[in-house]
């Protein structure tokens, strides 16, 4: 790799070579360093959230300042209904996932951050829509579009009905929330929907003061106790428990993320 020119010793056109290649190796190890520090950080990195339908409607408000704060975090997120990512947490396929409706059994770690209303809603022109207050076995004769069994919106409305001692006459299932909302603009029938989505939409319906209404539900964020979070995973939930207030309006936040930082 040397050769003694003129009385001293310089590097061969391959040793010169070398001694370049060695630098660049140097570099790189130092790039790499870098890396793993961010990486340790949690500034680099990936993750994923299992979503069910409706939460489209919370999560990019809730993303999109996160990215901002760490650009080099890639984030992906897999929208189905509530059965498709049941599944997805039984495989652990995802590091967080956002339930209205969570699954219970010793392997499921949630808290809850958001209230989640649901709201009963009509045609713009539905004889309801002009009352102060209906009773709900006033409606029961109405056509209910209603989501697939096992959605949480469904599941949540179909108790209300048990308590109430009360059974509708005429569904019609929907598996889309936006298809609902669409159909009930356009006279097909009544729906319970999340206030979210109407919030999100500029839905031409009406909301029906209905005694007992709205129903309570809640916004969860779960994890898989057989799962270990990356880190990036675990300064989103660090970094929602400090910012929700900035994102989503007071009356909605029923924030218990803190818990869930604890068992980290």
């Known amino acids: 790799m040397l050769e003694l020119r003129e009385g001293s010793y310089k590097?061969?056109?391959?040793?010169?070579?070398?001694?370049?290649?060695?630098?660049?190796a140097l570099t790189r190890f130092e790039d790499f360093d870098g890396f793993l520090s961010d990486a340790a950080r949690g500034n680099k990195g990936h993750f994923s959230i299992g979503v069910v339908t409706t939460a489209q409607y919370v999560l990019?408000?809730?993303?999109?300042?996160?990215?901002?704060?760490?650009?080099?975090?890639?984030?992906?997120?897999?929208?189905g209904n509530r059965g498709s990512v049941l599944q997805r947490f039984e495989n652990q396929l995802d590091d967080l996932?956002?339930?209205?409706?969570?699954?219970?059994?010793d392997h499921v770690i949630s808290r809850r951050f958001l209230r989640n209303p649901l709201v009963l809603i009509a045609p713009i022109h539905h004889w309801a829509?002009?009352?102060?207050?209906?009773?709900?076995?006033?409606?029961?004769?109405?056509?209910f579009l209603m989501?697939?069994?096992?959605?949480?919106?469904?599941?949540?409305?179909?108790n209300f009905l048990r308590e109430q001692n009360l059974q509708l006459h005429n569904t019609m299932q929907i598996e889309s929330n936006e298809v609902i909302r669409m159909s009930v603009e356009n006279g097909l029938g009544l729906a319970v929907l999340s206030e979210h989505t109407l919030a999100q939409s500029q839905a031409r319906v009406a909301q029906i003061k209905?005694?007992?209404?709205p129903l309570n539900s809640h916004w969860y964020l779960v994890q898989h106790g057989d799962r270990r979070l990356?880190?990036?995973?675990?300064?989103?939930?660090?970094?929602?428990?400090?910012?929700?207030?900035?994102?989503?309006?007071?009356?909605?936040?029923?924030?218990e993320l803190a818990v869930l930082l604890g068992n980290q």
């Open 11 to 24: 590097p061969t056109f391959v040793g010169t070579e070398l001694y370049h290649a060695a630098l660049d």
């Open 60 to 79: 990019p408000r809730l993303l999109s300042p996160y990215a901002q704060q760490y650009p080099a975090v890639d984030v992906t997120f897999n929208i």
């Open 97 to 105: 996932y956002l339930f209205s409706h969570p699954p219970t059994g």
């Open 129 to 143: 829509a002009q009352r102060d207050e209906v009773d709900c076995v006033e409606l029961v004769d109405e056509r």
């Open 147 to 158: 989501r697939e069994p096992g959605s949480a919106t469904r599941m949540v409305f179909e």
């Open 210 to 213: 209905v005694r007992n209404f």
């Open 230 to 255: 990356p880190v990036t995973a675990h300064n989103f939930i660090e970094f929602m428990n400090a910012h929700l207030t900035e994102w989503v309006e007071e009356k909605y936040i029923r924030n």
